[in-house]
């Protein structure tokens, strides 16, 4: 029984010590601290919109190759146009001034002087004042139906239509009218004969003012090239200060020949009956006695001496026109002028022009206005 007991003894303290010898339990591994999580960064303000150059006002003048009346009456849309592009290029434009020069020189004058900021005046009218104007746009027109150097094949009786092709150039006419003198020179020409210095001496002309390239420069050329001589040797030569004013004169037989663009019979047919009171139409009672060489298209041209013109402006200036022009609210503005558009230009396009202003007044013996 002792025996017995000593052995259970025994045997309970092996098991006591094989448990004491066991290896403890591992402990939880500690776990790491999560890293806080970056914040996304905040979205960068939206720069603030430029605020558009303020400019009081705006002096836009046109030359008279109209009614000055009928040009401020179908110009005073481009008031709010110009004020509406212009905002949208960056410029809030206060006022609008739309004026009408008394004759061409006078604009020249004014964008010199920089009492006009833009001027849509002729190529002759601005390479005479380039010292104190810079061209920037060149204007696009609808070509026409007749085209001819020969003066008879524009004397069929009938209209001269707008072509569906644009036109960089037109020409000048010398128009004779139904004047007794006027339809003895047309005569001469339908029947294919030449007309003598002494013809065209002998006739009553309405000229324009002497930087028109229609209705003087380019028809002083012609005079020049054929006779040797100049408008201002014309015995009987009156300037006319519109168009307007000239075709009353023919109408009534004060003037036996005027000088004007190509297509200017088209902006007078109905004037011809009403206003000037003839019974025939202008296209029966008119004949076309001579044909310029072609004339670079009209200009946009803004001052040098303005104080509110610089490179942003002029170039704001461009694309306003240009848009203008591409709307049928705008053409049916810039139609006074026979303008269907406009593109840019640079003073070498009018190389030509200078030329011929140079030839016009060497031939006849002037100098160069300033």
Known sequence: MKKTFALLLS?????????????????????????????????????????????????????????????????????????????????????????????????GEALSAGTADVGLIPGGTYVLYDDGAEVILTATRDGLSKDSDNAKDWNDGQPTEASDKQAVSYRALMIAGPSEKGQALAAKVNAGEDLTWEDLDSAKWSVMGSSSP????????????????????????????????????????QVDVLLTYADARRDYVEKWNTEFSRKESIWAETNVIG????????????????????????????????????????????????????????????????????????????????
């Open 11 to 107: 045997l309970m303290l092996c098991i006591a010590a094989f448990a004491g010898c066991s290896p403890a339990a591992p402990e939880p591994a500690a776990t790491e601290p999560e890293a806080p999580q970056a914040a996304e960064p905040a979205e960068p303000a939206a720069p603030a919109e430029p605020e558009n150059v303020k400019v009081d006002k705006l002096n836009v003048y046109f030359v008279p190759s109209r009614e000055p009346e009928e040009i401020v009456t179908v110009t005073e849309p481009l008031k709010q146009l110009l004020k509406d592009e212009m905002a949208k290029l960056g410029y809030d434009i206060g006022e609008v001034v739309i004026s009408v020069g008394t004759t061409y020189e006078a604009v």
């Open 214 to 253: 229609a209705g003087y420069i380019y028809p002083a050329l012609w005079l020049q090239e054929r006779y040797g001589k100049g408008i201002t040797d014309l015995k009987n030569a009156v300037q006319s200060d519109s168009y307007g004013s000239a075709f009353a004169r023919l109408a009534s037989g």
């Open 291 to 370: 044909v310029t060489a072609p004339i670079y298209n009209d200009t946009v041209s803004v001052s040098k001496t303005s104080p509110i013109m610089d490179d942003a402006m002029i170039a704001a200036l461009q694309d306003a026109f240009i848009n203008i022009g591409n709307t049928e609210e705008g053409k049916a503005v810039i139609a006074i002028y026979s303008h269907n558009g406009y593109q840019k230009a640079l003073p070498e396009d009018y190389d030509n022009e200078q030329r011929q202003l140079k030839k016009t007044y060497e031939g006849a013996g002037q100098a160069r206005a300033p």
